[in-house]
C-alpha cells in the first residue's frame, strides 16, 4: 500500500456567522494549501469539528474538498462517530465521491475498552469503502481510548484488508516507534503532534504526517522535514523551536480548534465561528492573539494565501 | 414546574438479527412496564445505545413509543448528541410528535471542561423543545463531565425557561443532597443508580427516579419506595439488597446495556443484540447469567410480561 | 469481635509554630471529644497529617493520646506509611503502648494495582500487633487504590487473624453495603464520610464511623445517628442537612486538613499550622472563614470546649 | 553551575533474602556501572525502592555509595518523602556525607495539586544542603503531580538558590524542550525515559540523562549518545530500536523495578528481593524472563561485570 510522504492538513470547517457550513472558501483554502507545501487533508476530523457536524453536513463537505483538489493533493475523510451504521453510510460516500482515503477516530461513547471492541468497530467502518485505505485516529486524550497500538495492530493485520495504518496523536514515541517497526514496517504511521516532528524523523517517523497547526504554520513544519532531509540538523531545530512557539501562543487561546480558527481568520482567511460547546475568541481575545503572535513575528512566517 | 413522581424506566432499543432496528416490540414492552409499576420511559438514553442510533432511528423510536404509550404513562426523549444541530432538531421533533418531556447528557466528545460550555450546550437544545420540561441527564463515568452541579444549577437557574431538573446518575449523595435544596427545591432531582434508592430516600431525595435495571427488577425497585413510604424500613432493605445482588449478576455481564439488555430475553421479551462496538453475550455467557440469576431466586421476583 | 457503635474522631495534629510537634493541647483535646459525644480518636491519619510526620513523631503523639485517653474512649492508631517496615514498627509499637486498634491506609507510593499486594501489605503490618484489630482505611481519592473491597474482603478473610474492617472514606454506597453484607456481616464498615451519615444509616450501615468535621461539628454529627435511632427522621435530615453546610464552607478552604484545623482555632482550640506542602490558612483567609461560619450560625451549634 | 554530560544511573538497592539491605555489593556494583560507561548514581530514587526505606537506611545507603564512588563518578541522593522534616534530614546528611547533588519528586500524599505547593516542598528541601544542586525529579505517572513545568521552573527561578534543573521521566518531549529553552537554557534539563533518548537528542536535548534500564543495558544507551554525537544516525537508530525491544520485555515483568532489578541477577549480580508491596518474580517467570531475553540475545549485548 502507498505510504504518505509529507503533511496532511487537517482544515477547519468554514462556517457562516449563523452557524451553517460555508462551502465558499474551500477551493481557495484547498490551494493555499497547497502552496505551503501540504500533500492533501484529512477532513471531518476534530479540528474539522467533524463530531459537531450533521451526516448530511459530512457529506457536503466531503463532496466538496474533493472537488476542489487540486492536482496530487489527497482527500482524506474522517468517517467516524458514535454510530457505526452512519460512520459506515459515510464510508460508502467518500469512496463513492472520490476521496483517496478514510479514517475514523474511537467512539468516545460508549468508551472504547478493548482492542476487540476497537478492532470489530474499525472494521465494520473499513468495509465500507473497500477500494481505500483505511486509517486508526489515535487520539485518545480526546476520546479516552487509551489501547496498546501494537496489540491492535496484530489484531487487524490480515482481519481488515485496506488497513493502511495509523495517525498517532499522543505522546509516546516509544509505541509510535514500535508501531513503526512492527511487521517489518508494513503499515504507514502517520505522526500526528506538530510539536514533536523532528524528534520522530530521528527515530526514523515521520515520513509523513497529519498536522493541525499546518493551517497557518504548516510552512515552518514542512521546513522540519526538509532541513532533516538534506542533513541541515540547525534549520530543523530552529523551525521545530519556532512551531513550539506557535503553539504555546494557541494554548493560551483554548488551543488549535478554537485559537487556531481564529488565527486564520487573522492571517486573512476568515472561516467563521466554532460550533457549541466550544467558546468562541472574543475581540478582546482576538486582540490579545495577535499581539501575541506578533511578539513572536509570526505575520511574516506563516503560511500565505 | 410538575415533578415526577415514582420511577421512570431507560428501556433497551430493540433490534432485529441484522442490526435494523425493531418497533414491533414497543407496544408490549411499554404495557409490561406500567404493570409492574414504572410510570413512564426516557428513551433513546444510555441503556437504549441512543448515541449508537442514527437521527432517523431516533425519531422513528420517539413516534413509537409516544403512540404506544398507556395512559398516564411518560414518555421522555433523550435528544443529546455530538451535534447541538442535530440535537436541538431531535427536540422540535419530541415536542411535535407529543412527548412529555426531553433530555440530554452532556457530548462525550469534545469533552466538556466547563460549566458555561455545558450551559450553553443546553440552552440551544432545551430552546427547540420550549414547552416541555427539560432535564440535564448528569452521569460523568460515560462521558467525562464532572462539573459541580450546584454551580450548574446557578448558572441555568432563569437562563433556560424550561429547565426542569437533573437526572443524577452519579455517587455523591451529598452533591444531589445539595442540588436538591437548591432554592428551596425548585428543581426535579431525579435519582439515577437503582443500587441505593433506599439511601437516597432517607436524605428526603428519590420521590422520583430513572433506572436501567428498571426494565426487569422494576417491581423490586418501586417496592423499595412504597415500602419506605409506609414506614416499612425492614422491607425496603430487603429490596435494597435484593436489587444490588441483581446487579452484582449484570457487572459480570458487562453491565446493563450488554447484560441487562440479554435478561430480557431470559424472561420472555427478546430485544435483540446491541450495536458494535458492544460485544453482544454469546450462547456460554447467556447460560452463565441464567444460572447467576437462578442462584439468587430472579425469575421469582422479576418484572413480568 | 467488637464492633464500633458511634462515632471516632480523626483529630488533628497540633504544631507549635516552628512546626514542631506540640503535646500539650492533647489532653483538653481529648476531654472535649468525649463531651462532645465522640467515642475515641483514629490518630496519625489523614486529618492528623500523619504522612508527614517522622517516625519519632507518630510514636511520641500515640503515647501522648494513650495516656491522654479518659476512659471508654478508644485510641486507634494509623500505623500505614510508604515504607511496610516503619509501619510494622509503628504497629509494634502500638501495641506496646496501649493503644485499642491500628489502621492503615494503602501506600501512594508504589501505587497499588493488585488486591494482592494490598492483602500482603496489610499483613505484614497487622501481623506486628497481633493482640490488637486492624482496619484496612480505604480512601482511593488520596492514594488511588480503586481497588474491589468485596475481594479485598474474601482475600484477608482467614489471612489476617486480626483483620476487623474498613474505614470506608468513598462514595460508593452500593460497594459499602456488599461488604457490609459480607460472610453474614462479620467485618466491622465504618462509614467515613460525614456527608452521608443518615444515608448509610438507612441501608443499615454507620452504627460506627470515623469522622474529620467531628473535631468541630461533632455533636450535630453524633446527633443524627441518635435522632435515627429513636425514629426521628425529620431532626436526623435537618442535622445531616446543616453538616453538609459545614462541608460546604471548608471546600472553600482547601478542605479539613488546612480549612477544618483553623476552624478549631475558631471555637477556641489553636492546633497551629499545616506541614509544607500544605498551604496555611492566611489571615485574610481566616477572616472569611469565621465569616461564612458566621452565616450558617456556626458557633451555636459547633463542638464546645 | 554544571552540567551533566551523559548517563546516570538510578541504581536498584541490594536486599538480602530476609529484607534487610544489603552494602556489601555497592563496591563492585559501582565499578560495574563506570565500566559500562555511565557518569554516576541516581541512588534512593524509584529504582532503588527508596520510599520504602527507613530513613537510616537511606542515610547508609547514601554514605556506602558515597565511599564506594570510583574517581569522577557522581553521587546524587534522592532525599524525597511524604514527611518534608525527613526530607531535609536527609539533604543535610547527604551534603555532610559528601555527595555531589541531590534531588526530590513530588511527595505522592498529600498529592500536589499547585505549583507553588510544590516550589515550597522544594525550597524547604534544598535549604538543607545548600552547598549542592538540588534536581527536581518529574515523574507524575508515578505520584500525580502532573504540573505545568514552564511555570514551575519560572517560580523556582531566583527563589531556590542550589536549584539546579529538572530529572524529566515523562513523555512531552514538547514540554521537555520548552524547559530546556527557558532561560537562554539555564536549567540542566536531565532526560528520564530511556526508550527515547535519540528522539530528546535530535531536539538538542539529552545531552545529560538518568535511566533504570541503565543497570543492565548501560553501554548500549550510551552507545546511543556517542554514535549521535559522532554523526553515526544509522548506529543510533539501531542501538535505540534495541534497548527498546530490552524495555519491551521487561514490561511483560511488572516493569524495571521488579522485572529489572531480577535481570541484575541473571548477568551476575543478585541484588535481592523486592519490599512489599511490589510482588517479586516466581522462579517461574525468572526462567521465562532469561528466555525472552536470550530470544533478543540479550546475554551478549548487556552490560559486563
Known amino acids: 500500500m502507498e505510504k504518505i510522504i509529507g503533511l496532511i492538513d487537517a482544515p477547519f470547517t468554514p462556517f457562516y456567522e449563523n452557524g451553517d457550513i460555508n462551502l465558499e472558501p474551500i477551493p481557495a483554502y484547498a490551494a493555499m494549501l497547497q502552496k505551503n507545501g501540504l500533500k492533501g487533508v484529512f477532513i471531518n476530523g476534530s479540528s474539522g469539528e467533524g463530531y459537531m457536524l450533521t451526516k448530511e453536513e459530512r457529506m457536503l463537505l466531503a463532496e466538496t474538498w474533493i472537488k476542489a483538489a487540486p492536482e496530487d493533493f489527497k482527500v482524506i475523510v474522517h468517517v467516524g462517530s458514535c454510530c457505526v451504521r452512519e460512520s459506515r453510510q459515510l464510508a460508502e460516500h467518500a469512496q463513492k465521491a472520490g476521496a483517496w482515503g478514510i479514517g475514523a477516530m474511537a467512539p468516545p461513547f460508549p468508551k472504547i475498552g478493548r482492542v476487540e471492541e476497537l478492532a470489530k468497530y474499525c472494521e465494520e467502518i473499513a468495509a465500507g469503502a473497500p477500494a481505500l485505505p483505511f486509517y486508526y485516529y489515535h487520539i485518545p486524550a480526546f476520546n479516552g481510548a487509551f489501547l496498546p497500538m501494537v496489540k491492535f495492530l496484530e489484531t487487524v493485520d490480515g482481519r481488515i484488508p485496506n488497513f493502511a495504518g495509523i495517525k498517532y496523536t499522543f505522546e509516546s514515541l516509544y509505541e509510535y516507534n514500535q508501531c513503526r517497526l512492527y511487521g517489518g514496517g508494513k503499515f504507514d504511521m502517520l505522526h500526528g503532534q506538530d510539536e514533536t516532528i523532528l524528534p520522530c524523523l530521528a527515530i526514523g517517523g515521520a515520513q509523513g504526517g497529519i498536522g493541525g497547526t499546518t493551517n497557518y504554520n504548516g510552512k515552518n513544519l514542512v521546513g522540519i522535514i526538509e532541513a532533516w532531509k538534506r542533513g541541515d540538523l540547525e534549520t530543523a531545530r530552529k523551525l521545530q523551536d519556532y512551531s513550539q512557539l506557535v503553539i504555546n501562543v494557541i494554548c493560551h487561546f ?18 467563521g465561528p466554532n460550533r457549541t460547546p466550544f467558546q468562541n475568541i472574543t475581540p478582546d481575545e482576538e486582540e490579545q492573539l495577535r499581539k501575541e503572535l506578533e511578539e513572536i513575528q509570526f505575520f511574516e512566517h506563516c503560511n500565505t494565501l
Do not use: E, T
Request: charged share 30%.
Open 254 to 271: 483554548r488551543g488549535n480548534i478554537v485559537g487556531g480558527k481564529r488565527i486564520m481568520k487573522l492571517i486573512g482567511m476568515d472561516l
